[in-house]
C-alpha cells in the first residue's frame, strides 16, 4: 500500500521498461480513486456523529488512509493527467502516509494524558508519553513531507508499462534523504507497538478492543504496503488496505459506540431510578397530568394517602381522581381543598407548575402540601387569644359579681340564726354552701385563663355526700323535664387528694350535660365506687341522643360545643381541674343509646 517504492535495482526497472506493451487500462485510476474515498466518507461520519473521546483520532487516521490511497491512484493516471502534473500529487498527496506516524503516537499521548491508563501506569512512563515528544515526531515528520518536495527525497518519476498481474502505471525514483521516510515508517511500528502496550492498561474493555483493532489495522496496512513498495505485490493490491481498514476499523467504531449508548441507556435508568426514589420519599403529594388532564406521574406518598397503587391510579382523569378518591369536600379558596380519603380529613394546598419540554407545554406538576397541622395550630392560637381576653374580662367581672354575693351570704347567716326547724335550717346550708360555690365558680374564669394546680388539701370529701347534695340541687331541673336522678353506690369513698369544691364543680357540669341530653322520662344514673387500692370512679349514665363519634375527639377543647347557646367552657374547667389533681375523665358514647362518664379520682 505504500506509494513510494522503496526502491528496485535499476537494472530491474529496466527490465519492466523493455517488455512488452499492452492496452492501457483508463478505468484503473477511477477504480482505485473510487475507492479510496470509502475511509473519507467513514471519518466524516465518525467525526460528526462521534460519542466518545478517541473518536475523533480515529476520524483522523481514516481521512489520512484515504489521502494514501489517493496518491496511490494518481500513480495510474497517466490517461488522465500529465507527467508533471502527476508528480506533483504524488508529492502532495505523501501527506497521508507520512503523518500517520505522528497520529499513531498523539493517540497513545491522549490516553495517558485523559487518565484512561491512568490508574494502570506508572510515574516514569511519562519519559514515553509526554508531549515534547509528540512535537519532536510532528516536526520530523514534517520535514520528511518537506524533503519529498525536493529532488534529494523523489528525484523523478518514470512509467512501468504494462505486465502480466501489473498493470501500468508510475514508479517514483528515490534520492539519498529518502532514507527519513524509511525512518518514519519504522516509527510506524514502534508507535503501533507503544499504543498496543497502553492499551493494555485500559480497564474499559470495549475501549481496549477498539484501539487493538486500530493498531491491528495499522500493522497490516503498512506490512501490505512494504510489501507492494517492493513489487513483492502488485502496486493496486493496496486497495486492501483501504477496505479492509475501513471494514475495521468502521466495524470496531460501531461497537464501541453501540457499548457507549447502552452504558449511557444505563446511566440514564440509573439517573431516573434515582429520581423516582427522590419522588417517591418527598411527603408531599405529587403527580404529574398530561394535557388532557390524565395522571401520568404520581408518587408514593398521594398513593398511599388513597391507599391505592400507583398503577391503580395511572391514567384517570383528573377530575375524576378528585371526585371518586380523593372526595373533595370543598374548596377553601383558589389552592387549598378538604379531602376525605382513607378514612380521615386533611386540608390540603395545591401548587400547579406547567413543565415546557422542547417548548410545549404538555404537562403540569401537581404539587400538594398537607397543611391540617398547621391550620389546627392556628386555630389553637385563636383559642389562646379567646382565653387571654376571657381571662382579662373575667378580672373585672369577677370583682364586681363577689361585692353582692358577699351581702347575700351575711343575710344568709341572719336567717340561719333565727327560728327554722332542721329541715329548713339544712336547706338554708345548703343555700349558703351554693353561694360560696358560685363565688368560686366566679373565680374559675381566671382558672380557665391561667389554670394554677391546686394544692392537695388534708381536709377529707365524703364523696357520697357531694353526689347527695348535687342531686339535690339538680332535682328540681330534672322534675322541669320529667327526668330522675338516681344514685347507686358501694361503700363509703372518701379523699383528702381534691377539693370538695371541685369535685362539686365537675359533678355539676356532667349531670347538667346530661340533663340536656336526656328527653321526657329520661333516666340518668349515678354510680360511685373503688376501682383500685387507690382510685375510685364516679361513673354518670343517661339515656339520651349519645354524642357523635367524630365529635368525642374534641370534647374538652376551648370553646368547642354541640349546644347552642353553649360557650364550650364547661368540659374544658372539668377536664383541667381533674388533670391538676391526677384525676381523668374518660366519655363513651353511642348515637341514640346514651353516654357514659367515667370521673376517676385518687383515693
Known amino acids: 500500500m505504500l506509494s513510494p517504492h522503496t526502491g528496485m535495482a535499476a537494472t530491474t526497472r529496466v527490465y519492466y521498461f523493455q517488455k512488452c506493451r499492452r492496452a492501457v487500462y483508463p478505468l484503473e485510476f477511477i477504480l482505485l480513486f473510487s475507492i479510496s474515498l470509502i475511509p473519507l466518507f467513514c471519518g466524516i461520519i465518525i467525526f460528526w456523529g462521534n460519542k466518545i473521546a ?308 404538555d404537562h403540569t406538576l401537581c404539587l400538594g402540601t398537607d397543611i391540617t397541622k398547621r391550620k389546627k395550630e392556628e386555630e389553637m392560637l385563636v383559642k389562646s387569644e379567646n382565653l387571654r381576653v376571657l381571662g382579662e374580662m373575667a378580672a373585672g367581672i369577677a370583682h364586681e359579681i363577689r361585692n353582692p354575693l358577699t351581702s347575700i351570704k351575711g343575710f344568709i347567716k341572719l336567717l340561719d340564726q333565727s327560728v327554722f326547724d332542721s329541715n329548713e335550717k339544712y336547706y338554708l346550708s345548703i343555700i349558703s354552701d351554693e353561694i360560696d360555690r358560685i363565688n368560686d365558680v366566679v373565680g374559675e374564669l381566671l382558672f380557665i385563663a391561667k389554670p394554677q394546680a391546686s394544692g392537695q388539701t388534708s381536709k377529707i370529701v365524703n364523696i357520697d355526700k357531694v353526689i347527695h347534695d348535687v342531686k339535690i340541687l339538680l332535682d328540681s331541673t330534672a322534675l322541669l323535664i320529667q327526668a330522675s336522678i338516681e344514685i347507686q353506690t358501694k361503700g363509703i369513698l372518701k379523699t383528702s387528694a381534691i377539693e370538695e369544691k371541685q369535685v362539686k364543680q365537675v359533678l355539676i357540669n356532667i349531670l347538667k350535660n346530661s340533663l340536656e341530653a336526656v328527653s321526657k322520662n329520661g333516666r340518668i344514673r349515678i354510680k360511685s365506687e373503688e376501682i383500685q387500692e387507690n382510685r375510685m370512679r364516679i361513673r354518670v349514665i343517661d339515656n339520651g341522643d349519645g354524642i357523635a363519634k367524630f365529635m368525642l375527639q374534641k370534647l374538652g377543647e376551648p370553646f368547642y360545643t354541640t349546644k347552642e347557646r353553649g360557650t364550650g367552657l364547661g368540659l374544658t374547667v372539668c377536664f383541667k381541674i381533674l388533670r391538676e389533681n391526677n384525676g381523668n375523665i374518660v366519655i363513651r358514647s353511642k348515637e341514640g343509646i346514651g353516654t357514659i362518664v367515667d370521673i376517676i379520682l385518687p383515693k
Open 54 to 361: 478517541l473518536a475523533k483520532s480515529i476520524a483522523y487516521f481514516l481521512f489520512f488512509l484515504s489521502i494514501w490511497q489517493i496518491d496511490i491512484a494518481f500513480l495510474y493516471a497517466q490517461d488522465y493527467l500529465s507527467k508533471p502534473t502527476i508528480d506533483f500529487l504524488f508529492r502532495l498527496f505523501r501527506f497521508g502516509p507520512i503523518m500517520i506516524m505522528p497520529l499513531l503516537y498523539y493517540i497513545a499521548f491522549n490516553i495517558f494524558k485523559t487518565g484512561l491508563a491512568n490508574k494502570n501506569i506508572k510515574k516514569h512512563h511519562k519519559l514515553l508519553f509526554n508531549k515534547w515528544i509528540f512535537y519532536f515526531v510532528l516536526l520530523f515528520s514534517s520535514v520528511v513531507y518537506a524533503v519529498n518536495f525536493t529532488s534529494y527525497g523523489v528525484s523523478e518519476i518514470n512509467l512501468i508499462h504494462e505486465y502480466p498481474s501489473f498493470p501500468a502505471h508510475y514508479i517514483p525514483i528515490y534520492s539519498t534523504l529518502n532514507i527519513t521516510f524509511t525512518l518514519n515508517i519504522i516509527l510506524v511500528f514502534v508507535h503501533s507497538f507503544l499504543l498496543l502496550f497502553i492499551c493494555q492498561k485500559i480497564s474499559d474493555g470495549k475501549i481496549k478492543e477498539f484501539l487493538r483493532s486500530l493498531v491491528f489495522a495499522s500493522l497490516f496496512i503498512f506490512v501490505n504496503g512494504i510489501l507492494s513498495g517492493f513489487l513483492v505485490l502488485p502496486l493496486f493490491f493496496s486497495i486492501l488496505n483501504t477496505i479492509c481498514a475501513a471494514i475495521v476499523l468502521f466495524a470496531a467504531y460501531f461497537v464501541l459506540q453501540n457499548a457507549t449508548i447502552e452504558k449511557m441507556n444505563q446511566e440514564l435508568k440509573e439517573e431516573r431510578r434515582f429520581l423516582e426514589i427522590i419522588l417517591n420519599i418527598n411527603p408531599n403529594f405529587i403527580y404529574v397530568k398530561d394535557s388532557n388532564d390524565q395522571l401520568v406521574i404520581i408518587n408514593t406518598a398521594l398513593a398511599e394517602l388513597c391507599n391505592k397503587s400507583s398503577d391503580e391510579i395511572i391514567g384517570i382523569k383528573e377530575n375524576k381522581f378528585n371526585q371518586e378518591v380523593l372526595f373533595i369536600e370543598e374548596e377553601k379558596d383558589s389552592n387549598e381543598t378538604v379531602i376525605h380519603c382513607n378514612g380521615g380529613m386533611r386540608i390540603v394546598e395545591w401548587q400547579f407548575l406547567p413543565i415546557y419540554f422542547k417548548g410545549n407545554h
